[in-house]
């Protein structure tokens, strides 16, 4: 045993410690040898006081080398911390005990340890794989000592009806189980190699090094053989003890997770987190089995440590985090708070007064035709009969129900009869695309999936969790092939049939409604968790901003607009388009669908404008004055340019146009006309304004709304915390609102980053406010390129390009390393070019001039012959995909596509 040999750890830390056993597989009085890595003494020799002690739990067939990064960080934090990392018996450098030790008897085994350290508390165990199970058996058994609990991909509890993972069936398989795992090292080499990315060599030969030669794997056999497979395993009552022991463990607890384990799945972490339901959780796209392998698990959890010391038996605790604002809307002009209004509360108003029998919801087949409606009194009917049904099926307070279903009738009523049961509805559509959407879905475990027939195929092939119900009945045989187990149809014929309607469960403003997806434009698409208070929040800000009240009349060309329709009152028409594909929308599916219902507001996309104003021309006159007669246009989801806005003008020409800025985290944040888009620009042009321009004006925040900026620094960074509102300083732009997300869904790492500081959302886009107050948006911080000498963002420069003839979207990315990158802009041109790849001269020199009369000067010009944009909107262009693409090509590469 060398540890100066051991990648990432200090020799100082590594001792050997006799510990007496008081496990009934040894005899009386038996000692055991076991090998800790411990910076107790380190600690002591600096003079350092440890706020607490983490006691660290390696599974199979790891060590406490797992937990190095731990053991470092723990050293040095402001506020250290003891880490205590075993080595089981068995396992590591300790002792080869040459007796068969179940799970019962390792629980008694740590607690041996504790007892010889002489822990006092307080402890936080932190635990891995099996070594979860057995940390969380110490702390359940010494809650007196006991301050926290730390997991990483683990479970304690096997889901009735289900089959442990078909990786630990094999290891289990007595055609393979002692080769696999004690004759041959190939249980070590398949487990080392799920790290991701691969461990490098000489760590992975750490790993390997306590495990050579059979007779010290012996602990790696066994520890497989004591998986408790069924209720039957001589392991199972432990097992079961610590399972249902945690449902009353009341301490701090943070789960990290790999979601790409094909070992402890998302499944076995829904499972931690029913058990403990006030844990912080975080998930690490893209992690997998070996998360403190693949991941920096350190920061977060001495983070989550630091924001946790208040409660602990300190002298000097921290001083606590400056209160968030309030989430009650305030009333205009006053002090006071409004009454909370359900998110459902017109739909009940409106369904038992005169307007009852009107309609409510409507949608537009391909004739041009109104092919489904609901009256407010049957929308409501229809609500109340689904949520009974649902109730009877187990859908309740808490559960959550994956909504598959394109906007219209069925969706409205689904969503609004889930609500009402205080279910969590999760909304991820299929603009994420297939791999983004699984993913999404996945990292969610719902208990219940609704959906389409494709949604539910779509379920099936890829393994999405959930019980499924369809939306129409199905065949038998279909619905044996789908695994659905009931349909829409038939619970709302179920609810129907009962006498009376039962109260709404969702009594609490402050419990968890709905968990929102964002577009993924920039990294995996994260879970957007809202509170009914948050939500109700939401429909008060468009209502008071818009000025859209009941009775109001709009057609719903823009997903989260179709579901808000009814909350605020108004009747709402879906187009016939597929509204995950926004450009589907063509100006004839919007003048029909205006005229159904005799519209005055339309809410649509971005790129459905741009469809419907190629479309335009093919209009009859009936159409043209359909559109002449609409009143308020909205257009949300990704920036619209003003020659766009002055185009849709032509086919709306009574409408007010407004392209309110917001994201899934906040919807909407300001808002801005098209004539003060224009009075904002002629004042750029002229520098009338002091800050006006290089951007895109987004206008002033709407109501209850509360804007400032994080100001950039010389590497791109935005990590300061103290926000300013002056004018001219470029920064991240922060947002304060009622209607502001709840939180990331377990995402707690991002969720800690996205309110520093507290009581504000960090909105990842970069801008800066003109000397009037207004906002422009430069861009996403990801997008921020690091050139020497100066911080570029992408807005401006592309927008000067944008206005040459010959370019129809232009996208500045950054090559090279940060601080000496590289600015290139890549161009799709008009017409496109045949081939990607560098840019005509001539192109070029147009593009360079463009570039430089907004101040930034272009390395590299490019030519593509589309941008690659984001499958939702279908208008954001995927910079980070182009900078990757320009990089390989700016080296000499073959350009192939982007």
């Known amino acids: ?530 509170t009914h208070r948050q939500l109700t929040a939401m429909r008060d800000t468009v209502a008071g901003t818009f000025g859209i009240k009941e009775g109001s009349r709009l057609v719903a060309g823009f997903a989260p607009f179709a579901l808000l329709g009814p909350a605020l009152g108004a009747v709402s028409v879906t187009p016939d388009m597929d509204v995950t594909a926004p450009r589907t929308l063509t100006a004839q599916a919007l003048a029909d669908a205006v005229t159904a219902i005799e519209a005055t507001v339309v809410f649509a996309a971005p790129a459905a404008l741009h469809n419907v104003v190629a479309t335009g021309d093919a209009l009859d006159e009936t159409g043209r004055a359909a559109l002449s007669r609409v009143s308020l246009l909205l257009s949300a989801g990704a920036p619209v340019p003003e020659p766009l806005l002055a185009k849709v003008r032509t086919l709306l020409p009574g409408a007010s146009l407004h392209t309110p800025y917001g994201m899934t985290e906040a919807l909407p944040v300001t808002d801005i006309s098209l004539e003060e888009i224009q009075a904002a620009e002629a004042e750029a042009a002229s520098g009338s304004v002091p800050g006006a321009g290089n951007g895109v004006c987004v206008g002033t925040p709407v109501q209850g709304a509360r804007l400032a900026i994080i100001p950039l620094e010389a590497d791109g960074r935005a990590s300061g915390s103290s926000p300013v509102t002056s004018h001219g300083i470029t920064g991240e732009i922060l947002v304060s609102a009622p209607h502001v997300k709840d939180s990331y869904d377990r995402l707690w790492l991002t969720q800690q980053e996205s309110v520093n500081p507290a009581g504000w959302h960090r909105t990842g886009d970069v801008g800066h406010f003109d000397a009037v107050g207004r906002l422009w948006v430069e861009g996403r911080l990801a997008h921020v390129v690091t050139a020497p000498g100066a911080v570029v963002t992408p807005v401006g420069a592309e927008q000067a390009i944008e206005r040459l003839d010959s370019v129809r979207l232009a996208a500045i990315v950054g090559v090279g390393p940060t601080g000496t990158q590289a600015v290139a802009a890549v161009v799709e041109t008009v017409p496109p070019v045949r081939t990607a790849g560098p840019a005509t001269p001539q192109l070029a020199g147009h593009v360079r001039r463009a570039a430089l009369d907004a101040g930034v000067q272009v390395s590299a010009v490019l030519a593509v012959p589309a941008q690659p944009t984001d499958v939702r909107h279908n208008a954001k262009i995927d910079r980070a995909r182009l900078a990757r693409w320009a990089a390989r090509v700016l080296a000499g590469g073959r350009p192939g596509t982007p």
């Open 1 to 530: 045993m060398v540890a100066s040999s051991w990648p990432g750890v200090d020799p100082e830390w590594s001792r050997s410690i006799n510990v007496i056993s008081t496990s009934a597989v040894d005899a009386p009085g038996t000692t055991r040898r076991w090998h800790i890595l411990d910076n107790g003494a380190q600690l002591a020799r600096r003079g350092l006081t440890p706020t607490g002690t983490l006691l660290c739990v390696h599974g199979n067939p790891t060590w406490s080398y797992l937990w190095r990064t731990l053991l470092s960080a723990g050293s040095k934090a402001a506020h250290p911390w003891r880490v205590v990392a075993v080595d089981q018996l068995d396992m590591g450098y300790s002792e080869r005990t040459g007796t068969f030790r179940r799970l019962q008897d390792r629980i008694n085994d740590l607690g041996d340890l504790s007892d010889a350290l002489d822990l006092q508390g307080p402890v936080t165990t932190v635990g891995h794989d099996w070594g979860g199970v057995i940390s969380l058996g110490w702390a359940l058994a010494h809650q007196e000592q006991l301050a926290g609990v730390v997991l990483t991909n683990t479970a304690v509890h096997q889901p009735p009806g289900s089959s442990i993972p078909p990786a630990l069936q094999l290891a289990l398989h007595p055609a393979v189980h002692r080769w696999g795992t004690t004759t041959s090292d190939a249980f070590l080499r398949v487990t080392h190699s799920l790290a991701q990315p691969p461990l490098p060599a000489d760590v992975r030969k750490a790993y390997m090094a306590p495990y050579r030669g059979a007779q010290r794997r012996s602990g790696v056999g066994n520890f497989v053989a004591d998986i408790p497979v069924d209720a039957t395993h001589p392991s199972y009552p432990a097992l079961l003890s610590v399972a249902d022991g945690l449902r009353g463990l009341k301490v701090p607890a943070l789960m990290m997770w790999g979601p790409k384990d094909p070992i402890f799945s998302d499944r076995y972490l829904k499972d931690l987190i029913d058990r403990l339901p006030h844990s912080d959780v975080h998930r690490f796209e893209g992690a997998g089995h070996l998360v403190a392998e693949d991941r920096d698990i350190a920061s977060p959890l001495f983070q989550w440590l630091a924001g946790n010391e208040a409660s602990l038996p300190s002298p000097a605790p921290l001083p606590s985090p400056a209160p968030l604002p309030s989430h009650n809307p305030q009333t205009p002009g006053g002090s006071g708070t409004r009454q909370f209004r359900p998110f459902w509360d017109s739909v009940e108003v409106l369904a038992t007064g005169a307007a009852g029998g009107e309609t409510a919801v409507a949608e537009m087949g391909p004739d041009g035709t109104v092919s489904r409606s609901l009256s407010w009194h049957q929308l409501h009917r229809n609500i109340l009969d689904l949520e009974a049904g649902l109730r009877d099926l187990g859908v309740g307070k808490g559960s959550r129900v994956s909504l598959m279903v394109p906007p219209g009738v069925d969706l409205t009523v689904t969503l609004y009869a889930c609500l009402r049961l205080g279910a969590v509805v999760v909304v991820a559509d299929a603009g994420l695309g297939t791999k983004g959407l699984s993913r999404a879905v996945k990292g969610a475990t719902a208990d219940f999936i609704i959906g389409i027939d494709k949604a539910l195929l779509a379920a099936s092939l890829l393994g999405w969790p959930g019980r499924r119900i369809s939306v129409r009945d199905l065949p038998a045989i279909r619905r044996r092939m789908l695994g659905v187990e009931n349909s829409l149809d038939a619970l709302t014929r179920r609810g129907s049939a009962q006498p009376t309607a039962v109260p709404s469960d969702a009594s609490d403003p402050d419990a968890p409604a709905a968990v929102l997806f964002t577009s993924g434009s920039t990294g995996p698409a994260k879970g957007v968790l809202y």
